[in-house]
């Protein structure tokens, strides 16, 4: 099998209708699945989410493999986690999207290797010229200057204090964490500044950082949302296949919440026929094991998301594929996807109505939300600079 550019007018998609309807869109990704050129092997992606590694969308040419007739058994390798050292100028990124609780927020890693199939992030890997497919997953970049960006920005004059989020786009916990210690190098920044600060994972490795977070959260400056999107730990497997499990999502709320650190849950995304018969459930396990708030989001499909999406469901549950656009889609006014500000978290119409008023109901009656922690932002300070050599400046 060899690769080459693929021929515009020989490509079936290429003048497809921009809007199609479930069967069709279900029937384009049985044929991808069917494709040994599209579909990445099993054995080479082991421990992957993505099925496939498309080009990226702003790449200029398409590639497809082909039969070179040299009928040559090839055995290729499977796909290792590269990581690339990026170094950014600043650190901080603003948000002014009125439906997110923040305004700024820090991404020590671009892409996750924790490769969950639905990742909301994936589009942006194409801003580096690669996939949203395996690319995500396989190639993170890695910004370890992060700490050092991050207290010049907060020692600037005109600096104003809100609280950071930690992990809104890639988890900040991912496995490279281990290695690269970026997240707690930033949070050792934050706690010695009485900067607040809101992290999102569903990594276990969080509780790691129980010694700074437990000292921050006793000034009201720390807080950790915990992703579980499923119990079903065969589930998790094929969706999140290098995250933590089910069971280690619980037992890190407990740890964190005996360390005295605000925990809340989020049951994202919630998948229509795949997972939204758990939203109760994963309310009720995460509320015994210590979670005070909770919160939810359905299923996003930014851009070339929408077919990796339906990608992974030809490949993993065939039969559902139809089912569950056909609900989405009800839930998007009749796309695969609505940005509009107001109801991309939740949807619209009768099916996303039943999931938030399910969702509403089981928290209230399980005591979640009734109190918001608001993090501090009064106790921020500057220390003064270490001594040191003298500045010629």
Not at 31 to 39: F, S, V
Not at 68 to 73: F, N, T, V
Not at 136 to 152: C, D, M
Not at 255 to 273: C, E, F, N, Q, R
Request: net charge positive; with cysteine; glycine share 6%.
């Amino acid at each position: 099998m060899s690769v080459r550019v693929k021929d515009p007018a020989r490509d079936p998609f290429r003048s497809r209708p921009a809007k199609r309807t479930p069967l069709e869109a279900a029937e384009a990704a049985r044929r991808r699945m069917d494709d040994t050129a599209y579909r990445v092997e099993v054995d080479r992606r082991r421990g992957r989410g993505a099925s496939a590694n498309p080009s990226g969308r702003y790449e200029p040419a398409q590639r497809e493999g082909f039969d070179d007739g040299w009928e040559i058994e090839e055995e290729l390798p499977s796909l290792p986690t590269e990581v690339i050292v990026e170094k950014p100028r600043t650190i901080i990124t603003k948000n002014d999207s009125p439906d997110i609780l923040f305004e700024k927020s820090i991404n020590p890693y671009r892409g996750c290797e924790h490769g969950c199939a639905y990742c909301f992030a994936r589009p942006t890997h194409a801003f580096q010229g690669l996939s949203s497919g395996l690319d995500f997953e396989t190639k993170i970049f890695a910004k370890p200057n992060a700490a050092e960006l991050l207290e010049k920005e907060l020692r600037a004059s005109n600096y104003q204090p809100t609280t950071i989020a930690l992990g809104s786009n890639t988890d900040p916990y991912q496995p490279v964490e281990r290695r690269f210690r970026i997240t707690r190098s930033i949070l050792e920044v934050l706690n010695r500044m009485n900067h607040p600060v809101g992290i999102v994972t569903k990594s276990a490795l969080v509780t790691r950082d129980i010694d700074i977070l437990s000292q921050m959260a006793e000034r009201q400056l720390a807080k950790v949302a915990i992703s579980v999107t499923t119990l079903d730990p065969k589930l998790a497997r094929r969706m999140e296949p290098r995250a933590a499990a089910p069971a280690k999502r619980l037992e890190t709320i407990r740890k964190l919440t005996d360390a005295g650190i605000p925990v809340s849950v989020l049951v994202a995304p919630i998948i229509p026929a795949i997972n939204d018969h758990e939203i109760e459930a994963i309310l009720k396990a995460c509320a015994e094991s210590g979670a005070q708030e909770a919160g939810y989001v359905l299923l996003r499909l930014p851009h070339d998301l929408k077919d990796l999406m339906r990608d992974w469901l030809a490949e993993h549950y065939p039969d559902k594929l139809k089912h569950v656009f056909t609900l989405l889609q009800e839930a998007r006014g009749g796309k695969d996807y609505e940005s509009e500000w107001s109801t991309r978290q939740s949807g619209v119409g009768p099916y996303a109505w039943m999931l938030g008023r399910r969702f509403e109901t089981t928290a209230e009656r399980l005591g979640l939300n009734r109190r918001n922690l608001r993090l501090r932002k009064d106790l921020f300070t500057v220390p003064p600079k270490e001594a040191g050599q003298l500045s010629l400046f």
